[in-house]
């Protein structure tokens, strides 16, 4: 009989509050092993060898869950990231909470997709940094003084970001006619 968590073109992992592996299929245990060790696996050990706590790169967007959930108890939050691996071969991740009825423990369900790696996106309208950081949380929804809060910077500042970002799509625009 086939295992169908052998044949899931998913790797999922569930993790506790602390980052150890509560469950992983065997996609997951092997894009884990690789991200520990730097390069993908051809031959992989037995069992035994895999490492019982995550990836620090997958466990850096774990925490940013765990961080979302502070700050945000009501709003579901879900992290994307991409991990490259190496030139041929990326990791896109997704990481949220795993809300279960009736459970007294947290847990945070990660999944895992082996994918080419993509190409670094141009910055629109040379945006800075923290214009960048804005943007995307504006994007998301967040609030002025949500972004404020997340950036650790005055709402006036936040409103002064957008400002600018505006102006610069302005400008590109007027650019491209």
């Known amino acids: 009989m086939m295992n169908p968590a052998e044949d899931c073109p998913v790797g999922v992992l569930i993790l506790n509050r602390h980052g150890a592996i509560v469950f992983a299929n065997p996609l997951a245990q092997r894009l884990c092993y690789e991200l520990a060790h730097g390069s993908t696996a051809k031959d992989l050990p037995p069992d035994e060898h895999y490492p019982r706590l995550i990836p620090h790169p997958i466990w850096r967007s774990c925490r940013a869950v765990i961080e979302s959930r502070d700050l ?73 003084s949500a972004i404020a809060a997340q950036l650790n910077i005055s709402a006036e500042a936040v409103q002064r970001h957008l400002d600018h970002i505006q102006t610069k799509q302005r400008i590109a625009e007027l650019l491209d006619e």
């Open 72 to 144: 945000f108890p009501d709003q579901p939050i879900v992290i994307e990231d991409e991990i490259k691996v190496d030139d041929q071969v990326a990791v896109q991740l997704q990481a949220r909470w795993l809300d279960l009825d009736g459970a007294e423990c947290f847990y945070l369900l990660v999944m895992l997709e082996e994918r080419a790696p993509s190409q670094p996106a141009e910055k629109p309208y040379s945006l800075t940094q923290t214009e960048t950081a804005v943007w995307l949380l504006w994007q998301a929804g967040y609030s002025n």
